[in-house]
């Protein structure tokens, strides 16, 4: 039995060609049509598992074999409505799709056949950037496994050990396993759990968009960099900007970003009150800057501040609260990324090296963002099969870390209830209530949810329950925060200011197959010898004669530069040396201010 695949009413010449292909298919091996499907799955855009098995009566010899797409069948509903789970489910992937190659074994001409193959998912396929974190094309082969251990004896972390392999390999995504794939593999072969795990929590489908390089940090110099920023952005200001508390910088933010809201990282904000204020001073002043609240108690409580500890008027700070910043409240990711360019910078390095250090950081960022928004569109978030409407619609719009403050606003709404609704100038008015207190009544107007963090707060959510609102409507969703953001942007994980040359391209991938190679000749003794002579003699090979006149080049070149004839011209020098304003190199801790004056 065969099965003819269909788009849309027809079949293409290419499909045609295709599915005649795949169902003339023989094979001698259970593997060879394991890998065959697989292949075909790869270039596709799907991943594959096996299914069901059909034995030879009274043996254990398979006789008929179902091979399937991972995304076949659905989860048990009973793991829906489990009352003892510890930990949020994982994501769903399975969503009953029909694809499926079968092939059964010929005892009469002793060949594995294709019995039926059907080609019709009911899932969209994934990009050609995302298909090699898909489950059934990655994981660790033996030479690699036995190269992870040897760099691990070598005093390489797990990280680390990502990182050279990657880069003995090509680029990220060429080693064909993720750093999760590393990280399981050591914690098998250790035969216990791997401590303090390299995972990047502060990652959350952000974009890293360029890095500048300054001689010194003065208002201009920044200036600058501002200015070259929005001219490779096409003049496209930032809504938002969070900073460290350097002069220089804020300064040029109002000279050419006047417009946008500017913020201080929350950790200066806090060192320059432990400075100030002392006691309930700083108790009360905290309420301002951590805790919600509307204009009119905000303004109310800080006439009482003012009056209270004798402050002086300053509006500057105070028209920036409640501004559009998503919740954030520090530069987590450009912290986490100085920390790790900190790593390896030297004093010593060279603008061409600083470039290439910054661009591999870069790539392994990348590598993480990819893996995400790879999770987020082969995959929906776990909702109960008694989950409200509300939040299985949100599982289809929001990724996964913003549909987890989505989802507590949804079940947080049921705490609400609507107690009121009046028309004023052509408008509907809801007035909310907390329930389960009779004796006392809140009405709340908020303006917080969508303005600050860019999603719908639970009173609105409760609006919706009483409106019968089935899905949430798009002006309560902040465009940013959906999956389809990056559609028409996919992410690269390679730069294109720096290239391999086709030497070193044909070397990375020489050495992943003859890795492979070499580990499966070394079981045998004899295959041992007969490649050693095999290698031997190309050693010997005269590189002229074989037309080897490439010049070699051991590390990647600028894009614009050529292996063979590299151009000449003036020399250029690195600039001169200056003095940062951060602080000075020492073993030594860098104490917060409270540490010198002593406790609060």
């Not at 995304?71 to 399975?94: H, I, W």
């Amino acid at each position: 039995m065969v099965t003819v695949m269909e788009t849309g009413g027809y079949v293409s010449l290419e499909e045609t060609k295709e599915y005649k292909c795949i169902v003339d298919q023989t094979f001698t091996r259970e593997e060879d049509f394991y890998e065959f499907y697989n292949d075909y799955a790869y270039h596709k855009g799907f991943s594959i598992r096996k299914g069901r098995v059909r034995y030879k009566t009274g043996t254990q010899e398979v006789i008929w074999r179902r091979l399937m797409c991972s995304c076949e069948g659905y989860r048990s509903v009973k793991y829906f409505e489990r009352m003892d789970q510890k930990r949020q489910p994982r994501a769903l992937t399975r969503c009953g799709c029909t694809a499926r190659l079968d092939v059964e074994w010929s005892e009469s001409i002793g060949i594995w056949y294709v019995k039926d193959f059907v080609d019709v998912h009911t899932h969209a396929l994934a990009k050609p950037e995302h298909v090699f974190i898909l489950q059934s094309h990655r994981g660790l082969n033996d030479p690699q496994k036995a190269e992870a251990v040897e760099l691990g004896l070598g005093g390489l972390r797990p990280f680390q050990i990502m990182d050279v392999m990657e880069a003995s390999h090509g680029g990220p995504g060429e080693t064909g396993f993720l750093s999760q794939d590393l990280y399981n593999f050591f914690s098998r072969y250790k035969k216990g759990k791997v401590e303090g795990s390299d995972v990047e929590f502060v990652l959350n489908h952000m974009l890293v968009f360029g890095c500048g390089i300054l001689s010194d940090e003065t208002i201009l110099s920044y200036v600058w960099l501002l200015e070259a920023l929005l001219e490779a952005m096409h003049q496209k200001h930032p809504k938002s900007l969070i900073t460290d508390g350097d002069a220089s910088m804020m300064t040029a933010i109002e000279i050419v970003m006047p417009d946008a809201d500017h913020r201080l990282w929350s950790w200066h904000i806090e060192q320059n009150m432990l400075k100030r204020f002392r006691g309930s001073k700083l108790k009360d002043f905290r309420k301002f800057i951590y805790h919600a609240m509307e204009e009119g108690e905000f303004d109310r409580l800080w006439r009482e501040f003012r009056g209270t500890h004798n402050i002086k008027e300053d509006n500057l700070w105070v028209n920036r609260i409640g501004r559009h910043f998503l919740g954030m409240q520090n530069n987590q990711r450009s912290e986490s990324l100085n920390s790790r360019l900190h790593n390896h910078l030297d004093r010593k390095m060279s603008l061409v090296d600083l470039m290439e250090h910054y661009e591999f950081c870069l790539s392994r960022i990348r590598r993480n963002e990819i893996e995400l928004d790879a999770k987020a569109l082969c995959s929906i978030p776990f909702t109960k099969i008694s989950a409200d409407v509300l939040e299985k619609s949100a599982a289809q719009i929001f990724t996964p870390t913003i549909f987890q403050k989505v989802s507590f606003q949804i079940r947080k709404s049921s705490n609400w209830s609507v107690t009121e609704v009046t028309l004023q100038n052509g408008c509907l008015r809801y007035e909310v209530s907390l329930q389960g207190n009779n004796k006392r009544w809140f009405h709340v107007t908020c303006t917080f949810g969508l303005e600050r963090e860019g999603i719908p707060c639970a009173h609105t959510f409760c609006v919706m329950k009483y409106s019968r609102i089935e899905s949430i409507p798009s002006c309560c969703v902040f465009v940013r925060w959906t999956m389809n953001t990056k559609s028409a942007f996919p992410t690269e994980m390679r730069t294109n200011t720096h290239v391999w040359t086709k030497q070193m391209d044909r070397y990375h991938s020489l050495r992943s197959k003859g890795n492979r190679a070499l580990f499966k000749v070394s079981r045998s003794q004899g295959e041992t010898e007969r490649v050693m002579k095999l290698l031997d003699d190309i050693l010997k090979e005269d590189t002229q004669e074989q037309g080897m006149e490439e010049e070699t080049t051991f590390g990647p070149l600028p894009a614009h530069f050529s292996a063979v004839n590299q151009p000449g011209g003036t020399k250029v020098l690195d600039p001169v040396k200056i003095v940062s304003k951060g602080a000075l190199r020492s073993n030594k801790r860098w104490k917060a201010s409270h540490e010198f004056w002593g406790p609060v």
